[in-house]
């Protein structure tokens, strides 16, 4: 998830205060004036992968969706099926989807937790919020069904992630034991005013905390005092490159479908009958190109929009950068459909071509390299 950098930052988190105080080197992302390290942007990649380390994530936009048509209205929506939530059979289940434009091009990616059969949490991501919810808008007042949308500015997001991280905010925050520690894998609960969820943004365990804004920093000092180390989005970057996270307007957007971006899975077609936005232009298109990791071979730096050179033609980097568990660069591509993992492919880099190797991602995961 996550997306464009603005270059006029004129919102600030409840968080920012302590982000000066600590020295956090403050950069635009979104219109919002955000951390992209408090000193060793690698440190903190380690400290997340080795240990505990949290993020401001308070510029996404949690929606509040309600009302007696709100499982059929997401069903249009999303190119997943909700539905699969309620199969579950246990409230809080979280579903990751794309929201489609008609021409099957991603308005943007999104987390969905079930809380009951009225009522849903949707997270989005920062600088697509304010069109994400005019979509959302749109249908519902083209539907004319029994929903309505809440943007939940009030709250505060703050993620937690690493192998130690669920127990240091358990022991930061302790009021959060009786919904945190029986919390399975990608879903969600209330414990209180605290909405936790075990998900994240980085291939490690962990939780995302949404609670109210007045609450937020007496919640992040906590986790500094349990030793959670604060990160910045240089090192969220580095992290989710290696678990294989999409970046929205980097990796997809608009005018790219999910079936070339490596979000197949995301797409339900099983329900013949679920007519979801975007699905007639996807069945009618299907996937033109693959995403493929790569791991440069010789020195050099990985960027996005460098040019790639395979077997079956050619394609192009989209997200890339030196991965610090690996210290090797690596990239995302998106490559001719018979580009196989395994292969050398050659990408150019100042003018020269340098081999790669096409590998399945994602590259870490639980802080094991798999490549």
């Known amino acids: 998830m996550n997306d464009a950098i603005s270059p006029t930052p004129s919102l600030h988190t409840p968080l920012h205060a302590l982000h000066l105080a600590a020295g956090a080197r403050m950069v635009d992302f979104a219109g919002w004036n955000m951390p992209v390290n408090y000193g060793s942007q690698i440190g903190e990649h380690h400290a997340v992968r080795r240990d505990a380390g949290m993020f401001d994530v308070s510029h996404m936009?949690?929606?509040?969706?309600?009302?007696?048509?709100?499982?059929?209205?997401?069903?249009?929506?999303?190119?997943?099926?909700?539905?699969?939530?309620?199969?579950a059979g246990v409230p809080g289940k979280a579903l990751y989807s794309c929201m489609l434009r008609d021409d099957g091009g991603v308005i943007d990616d999104l987390i969905v937790y079930r809380l009951d059969d009225t009522r849903y949490r949707i997270v989005v991501n920062a600088g697509t919020a304010a069109r994400d919810v005019a979509w959302?808008?749109?249908?519902?007042?083209?539907?004319?069904?029994?929903?309505?949308?809440t943007e939940r500015r009030d709250l505060a997001m703050i993620a937690v992630q690493g192998p130690n991280a669920r127990a240091k905010t358990l022991r930061a925050l302790p009021a959060l034991e009786t919904g945190g520690e029986a919390l399975a894998p990608f879903s969600g609960a209330f414990v209180g005013e605290i909405f936790i969820a075990r998900t994240g943004y980085t291939g490690?365990?962990?939780f995302e905390l949404t609670l109210p804004a007045t609450r937020a920093p007496e919640a992040w000092l906590a986790l500094e005092a349990a030793d959670v180390q604060p990160c910045g989005l240089g090192a969220r970057d580095t992290l989710r490159l290696e678990a294989g996270m999409n970046l929205y307007g980097q990796d997809m957007d608009e005018t790219v479908s999910p079936l070339d971006a490596g979000l197949a899975w995301t797409v339900d077609f099983s329900d013949p009958t679920r007519a979801f936005s975007g699905r007639a232009a996807l069945e009618?298109?299907?996937?033109?190109?693959?995403?493929?990791?790569?791991?440069?071979?010789?020195?050099?730096?990985?960027?996005?929009?460098?040019?790639?050179?395979?077997?079956?033609?050619a394609?192009?980097?989209?997200?890339?950068?030196?991965?610090?568990?690996?210290?090797?660069s690596i990239a995302f591509a998106r490559l001719p459909l018979h580009t196989a993992p395994g292969e050398t492919v050659e990408v150019e880099i100042r003018g020269k071509r340098l081999p790669a190797r096409a590998v399945e991602l994602p590259f870490v995961r639980r802080g094991k390299a798999l490549v």
């Open 61 to 87: 936009l949690a929606l509040d969706l309600e009302g007696f048509d709100a499982t059929a209205w997401l069903r249009a929506l999303l190119a997943n099926d909700v539905a699969r939530l309620a199969r």
């Open 204 to 206: 490690e365990d962990g």
């Open 315 to 328: 394609g192009e980097t989209t997200s890339g950068s030196f991965s610090p568990t690996l210290e090797k």
């Open 136 to 149: 959302m808008r749109r249908h519902i007042a083209e539907s004319g069904i029994n929903v309505s949308l």
């Open 284 to 313: 009618a298109h299907p996937a033109r190109r693959r995403l493929l990791g790569l791991v440069l071979e010789e020195r050099g730096v990985l960027r996005a929009h460098m040019p790639v050179f395979t077997a079956a033609g």
